[in-house]
């Protein structure tokens, strides 16, 4: 026991649990729209960056894509199933919660108008995932369809909040300088939806 303690290094005990702990933190959060998955990709992303194994930013790729693709499908299951029921359920009422009528009104027509694309966007979109899920559910998408272009969606979204963590570990030698930088650079892309709402209002009134 000695010998493996010795011999195991503290880059591999900090992936051993770094990337089961962003699985998890991942999963609950497309299922619980209050974490900050995309920060939590990239900062996963600046410390991979600064690691030396040439896998560790795929795996945080493959770990995050593949998180919020199964937290989708679960949370779109638990949904369907509350569609089809007459009492509802606590986790329909959630998705609900979080799609106000002018932005699930906007999901409908353009779901109707354009299909698997605006799924595929609706990820990228701050706030844009929940309502154009409910929009599927409401047009009664299965499972398997609603898979099929949450897939691309994912893999996507992944890529968007790694590369913000790439960019982050490359202007800054220290990890937690990175961090940072990748964490306000999530915050500013969140941000800036609403923001535009406020700009128009203030020059539409």
Not at 9 to 37: K, M, R
Not at 92 to 120: C, F, M
Not at 140 to 148: G, N, T
């Amino acid at each position: 026991m000695s010998w493996l303690a010795a011999t195991a290094s503290p880059e591999s005990t900090q992936q051993a649990i770094g990337y089961p702990s962003l699985f998890l933190l991942v999963f609950f959060g497309a299922l619980v729209p209050v974490i900050p998955t995309g920060a939590l990709v990239s900062t996963a992303a600046v410390v991979a960056f600064h690691q030396t194994s040439p896998f560790s930013l795929l795996l945080v790729f493959v770990t995050g894509s593949l998180a919020a693709f199964l937290g989708d499908g679960v949370l779109y299951w638990l949904g369907r199933r509350g569609m089809g029921s007459k009492n509802g359920s606590r986790w329909l009422e959630a998705i609900r919660s979080r799609a106000p009528e002018d932005k699930l009104a906007q999901a409908q027509e353009k779901l109707a108008e354009h299909g698997v694309t605006v799924l595929v966007l609706s990820r990228l979109v701050p706030a844009g995932r929940i309502p154009v899920m409910l929009a599927c559910l409401m047009a009664r998408w299965p499972l398997r369809r609603f898979a099929r272009g949450n897939l691309p969606a994912c893999l996507a979204w992944a890529a968007t909040y790694q590369v913000i963590g790439i960019l982050g570990g490359s202007l800054f030698k220290e990890p937690w300088e990175g961090v940072v930088a990748a964490i306000a650079l999530t915050v500013a892309i969140s941000a800036m939806p609403s923001l535009w709402r406020r700009i128009r209002r203030t020059t539409t009134a």
